[in-house]
C-alpha cells in the first residue's frame, strides 16, 4: 500500500471514529430555552404588544379538545415535543388581539379559535404555515378600553436565528456517506427548486448559491429568498450546504445553486393553487430538480397535471409521501419520486398510506441550516425529501443526458431495498433506503452498480467463494498432472 493510500484510509478511520462518537450529540434535540417558572410574570416585557406578524409563519388555531382548551405547555408538548419551551410560544403572541378582540397576556389562558403564531420547528396535526388567516378583532362584551377595530400592521415576526452548532458528523451523514458518491462531482451545475417557506441566502454554507426566486403566494412578483420560519432554509441545508470549517455537517449536494419558491403549507400539505404556480416557476427557471417541504394533494387534478408539465419539461419532483389520513389521490407520474422518513433503526417516523412511498431517507433528529448562522434539528418526511432532492442533483450533475424520469428511476434502482425487483416496492419503504454512491456510478441501465455500499458480511461471502473456486481449479489440475 502506498504512502498516499496509507494517509487517505487514516483520514478514513479518524472520521468515521469521530463520527461515531458524534452521533449521540447529534440526536440531542435544539436547546430548550432556560426553564422558566410555571407561570411567568405578567409583567414582563412585551414584544411589540398589540401586533400582529404579516408574511409567512407556523401557526396554529386554538381548538377545544373532550370540552376544554389546551393549556400552552401542552401545545408545547404536542407540536414540539418539549413542554417547558411554552414561553417560546408565548414570547411569539404576547399582546397580539385575537379574533375575539382580546390581547394575548397571560400564558396560562387561551380560548377556542386563537391564532398562535408557533417556533420554525414545530410539527404535527393542526401545524400550518403561510401569512396568518385575515379577521377583524370582535369587540368584548365587556371591556374596560375600547379595542382596535381592525387588527394592526407589524413588521414580520420571524423566528430567532439559531446560534448553536449541532457538532460531529451527524447520523445521517454516517449513513449515507456522500463523500463516496462525489467522484463524478457535486452537484455542480444543477439548480434545486425548494419550495417550501423560502431561503435565507445568508448563511456562508449557501453563500453565492441562492438565487432570488420567487413567492408564488404573490403571483411571483416578490422574491423568495428570505425566510421567516426557518424551514426551507434547514431543507435548502441538507440538499446544498458546503462544508465550513471545523464543523462536520455537509449537503448532500454542496455545489449545487438553490431557487427558493416560497408557497403556504396546511397541515404538512402545500396549497394547491401556489404549488401549480411554484412548479412552473421552478420550470421556467431551468431547475433540474424540484423538492417539496411536504406532501401535495394528488386528489386535485390540477396539482397532477402540473406534476407532469414539470416533469415532461426536465424537472424531477421530490415530494413527502401522503400521511395516513389523507384522501386517496391519483397516481403520480413517472419522475416523481414519494419520501419517506426513517431513523437510525430504519423504523418510520411517520405513518403514511400504503403503496405511496418510493423510497425512504434519513427523517428522524436531522441536521440543517438555521437562518442566517448555526444549525437546527428536525424530525419528519418534511426534512426526507431534502436528502432524495440532493441526490438526484448528484445524478443529474454526472449524469447530465439523463431525463427528469431517468434521474427518477436510478435512484430507485439502486435503493437498499430487501425484496428483489421482481417482487416490486415495499407498502411503507418502497425500494428502501437511497444509495448516493451506487446511484451516481449506476451503469446506463441503472440497476447494475460498480460502486456498492453493502455490509462486510457480504463482500467476505464473495471472496471466501472465489477462494473457492481458486483451490478447486488448482487442485483439478494436480490431479491431471498426476
Known amino acids: 500500500m502506498t504512502g498516499r493510500h496509507r494517509t487517505r484510509w487514516s483520514r478514513l478511520l479518524v472520521a468515521l471514529l469521530l463520527g461515531g462518537l458524534a452521533v449521540p450529540a447529534s440526536t440531542v434535540a435544539v436547546a430548550a430555552p432556560a426553564t422558566a417558572a410555571p407561570v411567568p410574570s405578567p409583567t414582563a416585557a412585551p414584544a411589540r404588544p398589540g401586533t400582529a406578524p404579516t408574511g409567512f409563519v407556523k401557526y396554529l388555531v386554538v381548538g377545544a379538545e373532550q370540552g376544554r382548551v389546551e393549556h400552552l405547555w401542552e401545545v408545547a408538548l404536542r407540536v414540539l415535543g418539549d413542554a417547558q419551551r411554552y414561553p417560546e410560544i408565548f414570547a411569539l403572541n404576547k399582546g397580539r388581539v385575537q379574533p375575539d378582540g382580546i390581547a394575548v397576556t397571560d400564558p396560562a389562558v387561551l380560548r377556542p379559535g386563537w391564532v398562535l403564531v408557533l417556533p420554525w420547528d414545530a410539527v404535527g396535526e393542526g401545524v400550518s404555515y403561510g401569512p396568518l388567516p385575515t379577521f377583524t378583532p370582535a369587540r368584548p362584551a365587556a371591556t374596560p378600553r375600547p379595542r382596535p377595530s381592525a387588527a394592526p400592521t407589524s413588521a414580520l415576526v420571524c423566528t430567532v436565528p439559531p446560534k448553536r452548532r449541532i457538532g460531529g458528523v451527524p447520523w445521517a451523514q454516517l449513513r449515507l456517506t456522500p463523500e463516496v458518491a462525489w467522484t463524478r462531482g457535486r452537484g455542480a451545475g444543477v439548480t434545486v427548486a425548494v419550495i417550501d417557506s423560502g431561503v435565507d441566502a445568508t448563511p456562508p454554507a449557501l453563500a453565492g448559491r441562492v438565487r432570488p426566486g420567487a413567492d408564488a403566494g404573490a403571483g411571483g412578483d416578490a422574491r423568495g429568498d428570505r425566510d421567516c420560519t426557518g424551514h426551507g ?3 435548502a441545508g441538507i440538499v446544498a450546504a458546503a462544508r465550513q470549517r471545523g464543523n462536520g455537517f455537509v449537503g448532500l449536494a454542496p455545489e449545487a445553486t438553490v431557487l427558493p419558491v416560497r408557497v403556504g403549507m396546511a397541515a404538512g400539505t402545500a396549497e394547491s393553487t401556489e404549488l401549480v404556480a411554484a412548479l ?30 414539470a416533469v415532461t419539461q426536465g424537472t424531477t419532483v421530490v415530494v413527502a409521501a401522503r400521511p395516513a389520513t389523507a384522501a386517496k389521490g391519483a397516481a403520480v ?30 427523517g428522524v433528529d436531522v441536521v440543517g441550516l438555521g437562518i442566517g448562522s448555526g444549525e437546527v434539528q428536525g424530525t419528519g418526511t418534511d426534512y426526507a425529501v431534502g436528502f432524495v432532492a440532493g441526490l438526484v442533483a448528484l445524478v443529474r450533475s454526472s449524469a447530465p443526458r439523463l431525463d427528469a424520469v431517468e434521474a427518477a428511476a436510478r435512484v430507485t434502482a439502486t435503493a437498499d431495498g430487501a425484496a428483489p425487483p421482481a417482487a416490486g416496492p415495499d407498502p411503507w419503504h418502497g425500494w428502501g433506503m437511497i444509495n448516493p454512491a451506487a446511484a451516481v456510478n449506476a451503469t446506463p441501465a441503472g440497476v447494475a452498480t460498480t460502486v456498492q455500499r453493502r455490509s462486510p458480511a457480504g463482500a467476505i461471502t464473495v471472496l471466501a467463494a472465489i477462494l473457492t473456486l481458486v483451490t478447486l481449479t488448482v487442485g483439478l489440475r494436480r490431479r491431471r498432472r498426476r
Do not use: I, N, Q, W
Open 233 to 235: 432554509t434547514a431543507l
Open 333 to 362: 407520474p413517472p419522475g416523481v419520486l414519494r419520501v419517506g422518513a426513517v431513523g437510525p433503526d430504519d423504523r418510520l417516523a411517520e405513518v403514511h398510506r400504503p403503496g405511496e412511498v418510493d423510497v425512504v431517507a434519513p
Open 280 to 309: 412552473r416557476v421552478a420550470t421556467t427557471a431551468g431547475a433540474r430538480v424540484a423538492v417539496v417541504g411536504g406532501s401535495v394533494d394528488t386528489a386535485d387534478k390540477r396539482v397532477v397535471a402540473a406534476l407532469r408539465a
